[in-house]
């Protein structure tokens, strides 16, 4: 009988990538993904949120990465929840060339509640959110393509509940799926951003891979037993990861795909948007001298018309 086949040394001992594998002669694929100083760590500290914000947009942010390691077409995958809670926004965006941004929109009084209430202690998803919907959307370059999105409750305790709820109602596809955020301190008081992710999919079964229920349950139990600290600590590579996950049936990985925090605003798009608004809008933003200043809410750069060209 064959060795099993275990290509853990594709993934290195680095960040900022998402890869995607199969767990041999089995019914189950999957994807895994790590963020670091490239990706999650300058997104994070641009805008500065409250710990446990942070934290809930670093699991979007890797879960859209997850999402787009699917992708089949030149686009993007955004990742958005809107609710009635403290984050009333929650943005993430992957897209086929490896870029990648996020950021939320927080009602400072409403989180400082929730952090009073809670007493330091990390909010769950009804709790940051409230009632509202969870939007999953796939976006082609090419404008001929047609966009697809779908949207569930938000429902669960964790964002990664969330997401296997959103699998099961809008594709059907049995998926686990495991997110982590940490903050690891350096010495001197440094702080930086990491996070990791994995998902695993029952897929149908054929000649090759027959009946797909035992594999995809004993895959699932395995899934399971991931810890978070395993998922980011910079001393288990992902590859480790699999390694000790899988590795009595093997696992074929695809090439990892780089990551970067890369924005796409430009000022073209951004006065593209403002041309579109009407007299009285503008009135309202223009300062002393006529002119709009905006910032772009993923990034934070600042842009300035001035009135002449409005």
């Given at each position: 009988m064959?060795?099993?086949?275990?290509?853990?040394h594709?993934l290195?001992?680095?960040?900022?990538f998402?890869?995607t594998?199969?767990?041999?002669?089995?019914?189950?694929?999957?994807?895994i993904?790590?963020?670091g100083?490239?990706v999650l760590?300058?997104?994070?500290?641009r805008?500065?949120?409250?710990?446990?914000a942070?934290?809930?947009?670093?699991?979007?942010v890797t879960l859209?990465v997850l999402?787009s390691?699917?992708?089949k077409?030149?686009?993007k995958?955004?990742?958005q929840?809107?609710g009635?809670?403290?984050v009333?926004?929650?943005?993430?965006?992957?897209?086929?060339?490896?870029g990648?941004?996020g950021?939320?929109?927080?009602?400072?009084e409403k989180?400082?509640f929730?952090e009073k209430v809670?007493?330091g202690?990390r909010?769950?998803?009804?709790?940051?959110?409230?009632r509202?919907?969870?939007?999953?959307?796939l976006?082609p370059?090419?404008?001929?393509q047609q966009?697809?999105?779908?949207?569930v409750?938000?429902?669960?305790a964790t964002?990664s509940d969330?997401?296997?709820?959103?699998?099961s109602?809008s594709?059907?596809v049995?998926t686990?799926?495991?997110?982590a955020v940490a903050e690891?301190s350096?010495p001197g008081g440094?702080?930086?951003?990491?996070?990791?992710g994995a998902?695993i999919?029952?897929?149908?079964?054929?000649?090759t891979?027959?009946?797909t229920?035992?594999?995809?349950d004993n895959a699932?139990?395995?899934?399971?037993t991931?810890?978070?600290?395993e998922?980011?600590?910079p001393d288990?590579?992902s590859?480790t990861l699999?390694?000790r996950?899988?590795?009595e049936?093997?696992?074929?990985?695809?090439?990892p795909?780089?990551?970067?925090d890369?924005?796409?605003?430009?000022?073209?798009?951004?006065?593209?948007?403002?041309?579109?608004?009407d007299?009285?809008e503008l009135?309202?933003?223009?300062?002393?001298d006529?002119g709009?200043?905006a910032?772009?809410?993923?990034c934070?750069?600042?842009?300035?018309?001035?009135?002449s060209?409005?």
């Amino acid at each position: 009988m064959a060795e099993p086949t275990v290509q853990t040394h594709l993934l290195g001992a680095g960040d900022d990538f998402v890869a995607t594998f199969q767990i041999e002669d089995t019914s189950v694929r999957g994807r895994i993904a790590r963020l670091g100083d490239g990706v999650l760590d300058p997104i994070l500290k641009r805008h500065d949120y409250p710990r446990w914000a942070a934290y809930l947009l670093g699991e979007a942010v890797t879960l859209a990465v997850l999402v787009s390691a699917s992708l089949k077409f030149d686009g993007k995958v955004m990742v958005q929840a809107q609710g009635e809670g403290p984050v009333s926004l929650l943005v993430a965006e992957a897209r086929s060339d490896g870029g990648v941004r996020g950021y939320l929109r927080l009602n400072k009084e409403k989180w400082a509640f929730v952090e009073k209430v809670n007493k330091g202690q990390r909010p769950h998803i009804p709790q940051a959110l409230g009632r509202g919907v969870m939007a999953l959307m796939l976006q082609p370059n090419d404008p001929a393509q047609q966009p697809w999105q779908s949207m569930v409750p938000i429902e669960g305790a964790t964002l990664s509940d969330c997401a296997q709820m959103w699998f099961s109602q809008s594709e059907q596809v049995p998926t686990r799926v495991r997110l982590a955020v940490a903050e690891v301190s350096e010495p001197g008081g440094t702080k930086r951003w990491r996070s990791g992710g994995a998902l695993i999919q029952q897929v149908a079964g054929d000649d090759t891979r027959g009946a797909t229920d035992e594999p995809w349950d004993n895959a699932r139990h395995l899934f399971d037993t991931i810890e978070d600290i395993e998922l980011v600590d910079p001393d288990v590579s992902s590859g480790t990861l699999l390694f000790r996950l899988f590795h009595e049936n093997g696992v074929r990985l695809e090439p990892p795909k780089a990551l970067t925090d890369k924005c796409t605003c430009s000022e073209e798009k951004l006065f593209a948007t403002i041309s579109q608004m009407d007299k009285g809008e503008l009135k309202a933003l223009a300062d002393a001298d006529g002119g709009i200043s905006a910032d772009c809410q993923f990034c934070g750069r600042i842009y300035r018309f001035d009135a002449s060209r409005i």
